[in-house]
């Protein structure tokens, strides 16, 4: 069972797959007026498009309503687990690429917000001119570029080597997690959401990250203790926000300060009091108007209409 309530994803106009460089397939969801701004929403590790559930409601509907696309990254939610290689931040590029190849008309761009490794994913996409040419801006929400195993503070220890040695092997391990119990929820609330986050958060949060396959997590895990995408910053030119929980103990807030002071077009800071590393779910709101003022400032008139191109569309609601 998912994400229930407010957080029950909801049903997208199209869903359609597109078709990565390595053949990788992955699962592509739209929502909201075809004719609208485009604004692609980039989940982080252990996660899916449900997680965006909040977020996608507050951008797409009403009469202002962007054109929102999400998707699974490679072995999650609906996108299947690729073959052995295929776990890498050139992957994770690969996917972002394709994604909007399958979703922008010609000359369409959007704005792209990346939560966590979704984050990490915009940045590793960086240097590609297809990627930039389609970037107007981006956002880039709970995430770090370098130096994950130090300055994460899911373990409480010393900054140090035991310290970074221990947090490597809760990310790189493939040790169930098991159904969603209580015990399940108190300490995923601890790791990766803030005091007050309401307890409908926590269950749906709990519920997306129990989903995704063990193995999935630890190959993802292990990526991200040796990610080094320092070099990549200044490549990401577009006006990008940086946005973070100030509890957040799996990316804190020193990542999101580093970002904006490396930022080729920083377009702003802002620490949200109170809340841990999965802001989308925990104020949906804050991210969805940090997404809205973006796609104001450098998407302001609709584009024209066009048909977008689809790969081996599946649904049409």
């Known amino acids: 069972m998912g994400p229930r309530g407010a957080y ?10 597109a078709t990565s460089a390595d053949g990788t397939a992955l699962h592509v969801e739209t929502h909201g007026p075809d ?3 485009a604004v692609v929403l980039v989940h982080g590790w252990t996660c899916s498009t449900a997680f965006w559930a909040p977020v996608v409601r507050a951008l797409a509907d ?3 309503g962007c054109r929102v696309i999400a998707y699974d990254l490679r072995g999650h939610g609906r996108s299947p687990a690729p073959g052995p290689g295929g776990y890498s931040t050139r992957a994770l590029a690969d996917d972002l690429a394709a994604v909007l190849d399958a979703t922008l008309a010609e000359g369409e761009r959007a704005v792209l917000a990346g939560h966590s490794m979704g984050g990490m994913t915009v940045v590793a996409a960086a240097d590609r001119p297809s990627v930039r040419e389609r970037t107007a801006a981006a956002l880039l929400c709970s995430t770090g570029v370098s130096r994950l195993l130090a300055e994460a503070l899911v373990l409480p220890l010393a900054a140090g080597r035991v310290r970074s040695r221990l947090t490597r ?10 159904p969603v119990t209580p015990l399940g929820k108190r300490v995923l609330r601890y790791a990766t959401l803030g005091p007050d986050a309401p307890p ?20 993802w895990g292990a ?3 040796e990610l080094d995408l320092d070099v990549n910053i200044r490549e990401l030119t577009a006006p990008t926000a940086v946005l973070v929980g100030a509890a957040d103990r799996l990316t804190p807030a020193v990542h999101a300060r580093r970002l904006a002071a490396r930022l080729p077009d920083c377009a702003g800071l802002t620490e949200l009091p109170g809340l841990g ?6 104020d949906p709101g804050a991210v969805a108007d940090a997404v809205r003022e973006l796609v104001a400032a450098h998407l302001a008139a609709p584009q024209a209409t066009q048909e977008s191109p689809t790969t081996s569309e599946e649904q049409t609601a």
């Open 62 to 64: 009403g009469p202002d």
């Open 35 to 37: 004719d609208a701004p």
């Open 8 to 17: 029950a994803p909801p049903a997208p106009r199209r869903t359609l797959t």
């Open 223 to 225: 990526v991200l203790a």
């Open 200 to 219: 409908a958060a926590v269950d749906a949060c709990a519920r997306i990250v129990h989903a995704c396959d063990r193995r999935v997590r630890a190959a």
């Open 169 to 178: 092997s809760v990310l790189g391990t493939s040790a169930p997690l098991g």
């Open 277 to 282: 590393h999965m802001t989308p779910v925990e």
